[in-house]
Antibody
Framework: EVQLEESGGGLVKPGGSLRLSCVAS????????MNWVRQAPGKGLEWVAS????????YYGDVVKGRFTISRDNAKNSLYLQMNSLGAEDTAVYYCAREGGYCASDFCHLWFDLWGPGTLVTVSS | QSVLTQPPSVSAAPGQKVTISCSGSSSNIGYNSVSWYQHLPGSAPKLLIY???KRPSGIPDRFSGSKSGTSATLGITGLQTADEAAYYC???????????FGGGTKVTVL
């Protein structure tokens, strides 16, 4: 079965750290660009980070740059998100998502065609 | 505040049609294709429309996508109770150099 499954969420104090994992099954994981997308309570979706198949291209959203690190282990079909210096604004459900589409020099046709059910991260004292 | 603007909610009776708008700018929808996602609470978001109007395998043709200028629209015909969910639009933003999403629209079947 084709699926993504996140884990590692929980309650953490402000300033703390947490590492999220996402295990993929039924896909050729090493070929895929993977992303983390989050949704804060009552808010819309927010892209967090992306990583390509061989980890040579990694990008972050401005609000997490310098605090979060995305990585992957293709041998384990796993995606990770190391989150440091967490604040209340990082409270959200975190989803891993597979990216589809393509980008050219001045446009991008990009979508997320496979998502996990998410893992909740709560930052609170 | 989401980069793309969607109405918070829309509603209609079973069998009717709803449309959900997604408003952006020349740096995002105006230049790039749009995708749409259906999200039921506690479950994984599902891709409904990609490349503005294309449907992935298994998505019924009751769901349709279109775009005009800097706005996109998701249409749902023959509304069913199973369609009650939140719907999100997404695209790429050339200025932010990042994927962006709308704030979501809750569809209620009356």
């Amino acid at each position: 079965e084709v699926q993504l499954e996140e884990s590692g969420g929980g309650l953490v104090k402000p300033g703390g750290s947490l590492r999220l994992s996402c295990v993929a099954s039924g896909i050729t994981f090493s070929d895929d660009i993977m992303n983390w997308v989050r949704q804060a309570p009552g808010k819309g979706l927010e892209w967090v980070a992306s990583i390509n198949g061989d980890s040579s291209h990694i990008y972050y959203g401005d609000v997490v740059k310098g605090r979060f690190t995305i990585s992957r282990d293709n041998a384990k079909n796993s995606l990770y998100l190391q989150m440091n210096s967490l604040g209340a604004e990082d409270t959200a459900v975190y989803y891993c998502a597979r990216e589809g589409g393509y980008c050219a020099s001045d446009f991008c046709h990009l979508w997320f065609d496979l998502w996990g059910p998410g893992t909740l991260v709560t930052v609170s004292s | 505040q989401s980069v793309l603007t969607q109405p918070p909610s829309v509603s209609a009776a079973p069998g009717q049609k709803v449309t959900i708008s997604c408003s952006g700018s020349s740096s995002n929808i105006g230049y790039n294709s749009v995708s749409w996602y259906q999200h039921l609470p506690g479950s994984a978001p599902k891709l409904l429309i990609y490349d503005t109007y294309k449907r992935p395998s298994g998505i019924p043709d009751r769901f349709s996508g279109s775009k005009s200028g800097t706005s996109a629209t998701l249409g749902i015909t023959g509304l069913q109770t199973a369609d009650e969910a939140a719907y999100y639009c997404g695209t790429w933003d050339n200025s932010l150099i990042a994927p962006v999403f709308g704030g979501g629209t809750k569809v209620t079947v009356l």
